[in-house]
T-cell receptor
Framework: AQSVAQPEDQVNVAEGNPLTVKCTYS??????LFWYVQYPNRGLQFLLK????DNLVKGSYGFEAEFNKSQTSFHLKKPSALVSDSALYFC????????????WGAGTKLIIKP | GAGVSQTPSNKVTEKGKYVELRCDPI?????LYWYRQSLGQGPEFLIY????????DSGLPNDRFFAVRPEGSVSTLKIQRTERGDSAVYLC???????????FGNGTRLTVT
């Protein structure tokens, strides 16, 4: 069965330190992977996607993600965290059966402490 | 251009009442999705429109829920005989061509008392 796992409910990072939010997936074929961020009382905002090409994908707000096929992972990273990065982060993979659906992770709450 | 617009932003209603939630997608986006989100959870798929037709309504929890998109643009999610368990944030998203990302509205927070 297709799935996305975000193994950490919450990640705490000190401001200025690098951050990583983990995501692993299970789909057949080549995955289309996405990261979204959700600030309080807002909808989800697209951060970045991997479709094909370079394994390191750069996105909005200085975030990047590394696609690792052998480890079936797509971890979100940022070299230097800001307090304003505190939010809920969702990883998603396109459902290979439907082509229009996304399979969502449960989300990771990122807390950046000053 | 303008993003996805959802109205109202908040709706409080009494158990048993009927509610309508509106979504105005990005102009030109043919794909439109409704999701439901409970606190601290990921989006739960409800229904997907391609143009005017509901291509997949398998996520609608029961027949109290219905959605329309009569002209292929604005969509309305309708909930009859609301129950307290319907309380959640209802998110709408639209999408352009195939591999483009979803664009979400800010959601409607529905509270059933």
């Amino acid at each position: 069965a297709q799935s996305v796992a975000q193994p950490e409910d919450q990640v705490n990072v000190a401001e200025g330190n690098p951050l990583t939010v983990k995501c692993t997936y299970s789909v057949s074929g080549n995955p289309y992977l996405f990261w979204y961020v959700q600030y309080p009382n807002r909808g989800l905002q697209f951060l970045l996607k991997y479709i094909t090409g370079d394994n390191l994908v750069k996105g909005s707000y200085g975030f990047e993600a590394e696609f690792n096929k052998s480890q079936t992972s797509f971890h979100l990273k940022k070299p230097s965290a800001l307090v304003s990065d505190s939010a809920l982060y969702f990883c998603a993979v396109r459902d290979m059966d439907s082509n229009y659906q996304l399979i969502w992770g449960a989300g990771t709450k990122l807390i950046i402490k000053p | 251009g303008a993003g996805v617009s959802q109205t109202p932003s908040n709706k409080v209603t009494e158990k048993g009442k009927y509610v309508e939630l509106r979504c105005d997608p990005i102009s030109g986006h043919t794909a439109l999705y409704w999701y439901r989100q409970s606190l601290g959870q990921g989006p739960e798929f409800l229904i997907y429109f391609q143009g005017t037709g509901a291509a997949d309504d398998s996520g609608l929890p029961n027949d109290r829920f219905f959605a329309v998109r009569p002209e292929g643009s604005v969509s309305t999610l309708k909930i009859q005989r609301t129950e307290r368990g319907d309380s959640a944030v209802y998110l709408c998203a639209s999408k352009g061509q195939d591999n483009s990302p979803l664009h979400f509205g800010n959601g409607t927070r529905l509270t059933v008392t």
